[in-house]
C-alpha cells in the first residue's frame, strides 16, 4: 500500500484550485447537517461577529482548536491567515481566542493544540501560553503531551516526539474520568493503609490505567490507517479527540472547533453523541469536514485511508508524490 500522491492541502497551487471548485460553501456561508444539526462554516476564527453567527443560539461548553503553529501561517490566497513573524502571529491568537471566550457557555473547556520549535527558541508554544494569561476567564487546567510513535529528527539531538495539548476552563466545568485500555503492569508498593503496605496494583477498581498528562496510547494518523484523510496535514487521531470529549463534556453538549482542517472534531462528536459546530477559513478544508462525515455515515469507516476524498479531480491528474 502506497500513500496516495496528494498535495498538503494547506498548499496553494493547482491541486488547491481545482478542489476549491468543487467546494459547496463559499466564505461566509454556513451548511446545517440535516440529521444532527451539526455546523460547518467558512469562517476567519478571529472575525467575532462571524463566529457569533456561526454559533448562532449555541453555547458551546467545549472548545477543540488545532490552529496553525509554524508561525507562517496560511495560504498566499487567504489574506486573513498571513501572518508574519511570532509578534504577529501571537497578536493572531488572541483575537481567536477572545472569540472563543465570547460564545463559550459559562462554564466551558478550552483546548489548544500547539507546538514548540526546538530550532526557534521553542516558539510559539511558551509565547501563547504567556498570552493566555491575559485571559483571566480562561484558568490553566492541564499541560497535556500526547507522543507520536514515528518521530523525527537527527543521529545529533534528541528525536522528537510529543505533540503538546494545553487545556483551559472557564467556570467550573465538569469533569469525567476515563480510562485507557493500557493495562495496570506497574508493581510496587507506594503507601501503607491500616498499617498494611499495599501494592501498586491495588490502586483504583480498574485494570487499566487512567490517562494521565502524557498520553502513549493513542496513534498518531498516517496512510496506513482507515481514519487517514489524504492531503490533510498534521491530522489529529480521532481517538485523541474523542477521550477530551468524553472527559470533558457531557451527552448533548456542544462541541466547537474553529479550525476543521480534517473535520476530526465534527467526527468524534458525531461518534459521541454531541452536536459540533466547526469552521475553517479555506473552503476547501470546510468542504473535507461535511464530505467526512458524510463518508462515515454511508460507508461506516472514518476516512478514506489512500483513496481520493475528491473524486471530481481524477487520480490519473494528481501531481504523485516523489
Not at 482507515?226 to 485523541?240: C, H, I, S
Not at 478544508?285 to 461506516?300: D, M, N, P, S, V
Request: positive net charge; aromatic residues 10%.
Amino acid at each position: 500500500m502506497k500513500p496516495l500522491g496528494i498535495p498538503r492541502l494547506d498548499k496553494p497551487g493547482e491541486f488547491h484550485d481545482r478542489v476549491l471548485a468543487c467546494c459547496r460553501l463559499k466564505p461566509g456561508e454556513i451548511w446545517t447537517d440535516p440529521v444532527n444539526g451539526h455546523r460547518v462554516g467558512v469562517t476567519d476564527a478571529t472575525d467575532a461577529g462571524a463566529v457569533h453567527s456561526l454559533c448562532e443560539n449555541e453555547t458551546p461548553t467545549l472548545m477543540i482548536h488545532d490552529p496553525p503553529y509554524n508561525i507562517a501561517v496560511g495560504r498566499s490566497t487567504t489574506d486573513a491567515l498571513s501572518v508574519r513573524g511570532l509578534s504577529e502571529y501571537i497578536d493572531w491568537c488572541r483575537r481567536w481566542v477572545s472569540s472563543s471566550l465570547d460564545v463559550a457557555a459559562q462554564n466551558a473547556y478550552l483546548y489548544v493544540w500547539t507546538g514548540a520549535d526546538q530550532q526557534r527558541g521553542f516558539q510559539p508554544l511558551p509565547d501563547f501560553m504567556v498570552m493566555m494569561r491575559d485571559f483571566k476567564q480562561w484558568q490553566a487546567r492541564c499541560f497535556i503531551t500526547m507522543r507520536n510513535q514515528r518521530g523525527y529528527g537527527t543521529q545529533r539531538n534528541w528525536m522528537f516526539v510529543r505533540q503538546e495539548l494545553l487545556c483551559y476552563a472557564k467556570g467550573d466545568p465538569g469533569f469525567t474520568v476515563e480510562y485507557t485500555d493500557i493495562p495496570k503492569i506497574l508493581r510496587g508498593y507506594y503507601k501503607k493503609v491500616g498499617g498494611e503496605l499495599k501494592e501498586n496494583l491495588e490502586r483504583g477498581k480498574a485494570n487499566t490505567i487512567r490517562p494521565g498528562n502524557v498520553w502513549v496510547d493513542i496513534q498518531q494518523v498516517f496512510y496506513r490507517m482507515e481514519e487517514n484523510v489524504p492531503g490533510a496535514y498534521a491530522q489529529k487521531p480521532l481517538k485523541a479527540i474523542r477521550r477530551i470529549i468524553s472527559s470533558s463534556s457531557a451527552p448533548a453538549d456542544t462541541v466547537a472547533d474553529f479550525f476543521s482542517h480534517s473535520g476530526t472534531t465534527l467526527l468524534a462528536a458525531e461518534l459521541s453523541g454531541r452536536k459540533c459546530i466547526t469552521c475553517d477559513i479555506d473552503p476547501v478544508f470546510a468542504e473535507l469536514t461535511i464530505r467526512r462525515l458524510e463518508h462515515y455515515r454511508k460507508t461506516g469507516k472514518t476516512g478514506w485511508q489512500t483513496e481520493n476524498p475528491f473524486p471530481e479531480v481524477p487520480e490519473s491528474h494528481l501531481p504523485r508524490a516523489r
